[in-house]
């Protein structure tokens, strides 16, 4: 498990601690009021972003390191108040963990919009031949570095537009046992291509469709959109051809009371 803890949330923030560092940041969704007012972490944070981010130390500018077992992921506060992970996505990264593991012949993975390669990292540790698409440049160099400090040196890195990257895999007939997709609400492509979730995705979808075969695993992660979820699985299901077989979940972080969650976004998985 990542060493991560959604401590509180409440009053538009989410308190959490990243391995040592206890992070404050806005949540738009925690609409109501905290549990564990009195918790160190809402009173003097290690960190804290409204509007921009200020630390209890300088060099927390300049990130720092968090485990997950035995591996190691390098943080860093970002301009969007992210920082470098998701750790919604964990049951994620077990269930293609799992898949990679217990799959008959080694398992080719296609992670688009892989960020700063989380999943990319803990799928080649499994084995996978991982292919990496970011048009992030910065990004990619992130996720390059997530991979030195684990000792992966397997993953193909491509920095590119996903659609750019997708039509030539469908051009050279490609295919993948494995497509993971974490595309923004609005993006840009290497060369400022525009990226519009809700205008582009079933163009995606589509071609997507063309690079997998009948037992593909897809898992997309959808944030903040204005679409609502079902319009999302009913699409995937007739793209892909999957009628009942997309399993629509909300992503959710549980607070260290151990009931209270707090819903950052949803998956779709089609799995067989
Ligand atoms: C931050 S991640 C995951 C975002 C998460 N799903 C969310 O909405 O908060 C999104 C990644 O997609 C990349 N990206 C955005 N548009 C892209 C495009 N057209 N082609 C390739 N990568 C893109 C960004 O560089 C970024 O690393």
Not at 61 to 79: A, V, Y
Not at 248 to 257: F, W
Request: glycine share 6%; with cysteine; hydrophobic share 40%.
């Amino acid at each position: 498990m990542l060493d991560y803890q959604l401590i509180d949330s409440g009053e538009y923030e989410r308190l959490e601690r990243f391995g040592k560092f206890y992070v404050v940041r806005p949540e738009p969704n925690a609409l109501w009021g905290r549990t564990n007012t009195n918790h160190v972490g809402w009173k003097s944070p290690d960190a804290r972003f409204e509007k921009k981010w200020s630390f209890s130390q300088a060099s927390l500018d300049d990130g720092f390191e968090i485990s997950r077992g035995n591996h190691t992921f390098f943080l860093k506060p970002t301009s969007f108040r992210h920082l470098g992970i998701f750790p919604e996505q964990e049951p994620q990264w077990e269930s293609i963990s799992d898949f990679i593991k217990h799959a008959s012949k080694p398992v080719k993975l296609l992670n688009l919009f892989a960020y700063t390669g989380v999943l990319s990292v803990l799928a080649a540790a499994e084995g996978a031949d991982v292919t990496h698409v970011d048009a992030s440049k910065s990004s990619v160099v992130w996720a390059a570095k997530n991979a030195q400090l684990n000792n992966i040196t397997t993953v193909r890195w491509i920095i590119e537009d996903v659609r750019k990257f997708v039509e030539r895999e469908v051009r050279r007939g490609s295919t993948y046992d494995v497509i993971c997709l974490d595309p923004p609400v609005f993006g840009r492509g290497a060369k400022g291509e525009i990226w519009r979730l809700e205008e582009e995705l079933s163009g995606l979808l589509s071609q997507l469709k063309k690079i997998s075969h009948k037992e593909t695993m897809v898992v997309a992660n959808i944030y903040a959109t204005a679409t609502y979820p079902e319009s999302f699985k009913r699409v995937m299901e007739e793209i892909f051809d999957a009628k009942g077989r997309v399993i629509l979940t909300p992503t959710l972080l549980t607070e260290s009371d151990g009931k209270s969650q707090l819903q950052t976004g949803y998956s779709l998985v089609i799995k067989n």
